[in-house]
């Protein structure tokens, strides 16, 4: 079974611009996740989606959106990029997001802001 | 809310000897699950390990196993016979009742050395 994709795998982006990062969940899963990585903040939840509808939002501004599409792919958009959006954006997939469902992740994208 | 803490930034083992990374967890919900992750450098989350809060044995991967204490709220992770492969930063996560949603700690940075 393949694994979750993510693409791009890098981005380099300037100040004002947006971006779209794009995830490919495994073949069955249905419950999306998206999280970024900063060496100063660590892992924060940015959202969650499950049979194309937004279940769990994090604690991040209204700039990060995301939407599911009826074949469980996934992307997530950042509008006015800062600097601070720097990080590595990992998306994870699971069945259905219980409790006892594994999250697998992606290789993940690496923005970097200029 | 759920809040993981691992309070060893870094460890140290020499290839073929055991390591235990520590995890301590705090939650209100009575049903949860948790899970160990490495991260090589290359960025990619890699799962390890899961335990249930109502598994009654600790759970047991190959070379990983869980020592979970239930009353104590805390999960360690087990390494046996370390590898330099092993090499990576390790996280500890759980999910409670925010479907989908994984919180995780700080991370240990595990240097396996021959």
């Known amino acids: 079974k393949a694994g979750v994709t993510q693409t791009p795998r890098y981005l380099i982006k300037t100040r004002g611009q947006q971006v779209t990062l794009s995830c490919s969940p495994i073949s069955g899963h249905r419950s999306v996740s998206w999280y970024q990585q900063t060496p100063g903040q660590g892992l924060q939840f940015l959202f969650e989606?499950?049979?194309?509808?937004?279940?769990n939002k994090g604690n991040f501004p209204g700039r990060f959106s995301g939407r599911q599409f009826s074949n469980s792919r996934s992307e997530m958009n950042v509008s006015t990029l800062e600097l601070g959006d720097s990080a590595l954006y990992l998306c994870a997939s699971s069945l259905a997001g219980k409790i006892t469902d594994t999250q697998y992740f992606g290789p993940g994208t690496r923005l970097t802001v200029l | 809310a759920q809040k993981i803490t691992q309070t060893q930034p870094g460890m140290f083992v020499q290839e073929k000897e055991a390591v235990t990374l520590d995890c301590t967890y705090d939650?209100?919900?009575?049903?949860?699950?948790l899970f160990w992750y490495k991260q090589p450098s290359s960025g990619e989350m890699i799962f390890l390990i899961y335990q249930g809060s109502y598994d009654e044995q600790n759970a047991t991967e190959g070379r990983y196993s869980l020592n979970f204490q239930k009353a104590r709220k805390s999960a360690n992770l087990v390494i046996s016979a370390s590898q330099l492969g092993d090499s990576a930063m390790y996280f500890c996560?759980?999910?409670?009742?925010?479907?989908?949603?994984?919180?995780f700690g700080r991370g240990t940075q595990l240097t396996v050395w021959p």
């Open positions: 996560a759980m999910r409670g009742s925010t479907l989908g949603r994984l919180y």
């Open positions: 989606y499950f049979s194309e509808t937004q279940r």
């Open positions: 939650t209100s919900d009575q049903s949860y699950g």
